[in-house]
């Protein structure tokens, strides 16, 4: 099970080159950062199920839902900053 672990941080480091070494605009970069917490959380997720764990796979939840709204409430804030 080590290669779909080695699988998904490989996919997982996709977004950050985009982010970081490509594009200059603020929305991609935010995107990007919001794509690696999703793979983030579901790599914990995938690594509570593997080690029947429970208490790792709701940090993997909370991290989804808190880190998503988070970059909701900043997308608006930069939103509401460019529009006035």
Known sequence: MNWVLI???IALLIPLYEACWQE???WEKML????IATKSSMMILVVS???DDWMIGIAGVII???GNAGFMLL?????????R
């Open 64 to 66: 989804l839902t808190v």
């Open 75 to 83: 997308a608006q804030l930069l939103k509401r900053m460019n529009y």
């Open 7 to 9: 699988a998904m941080i």
């Open 24 to 26: 200059d605009d603020v």
């Open 32 to 35: 990007a950062f919001a794509s």
């Open 49 to 51: 199920v593997l080690r």
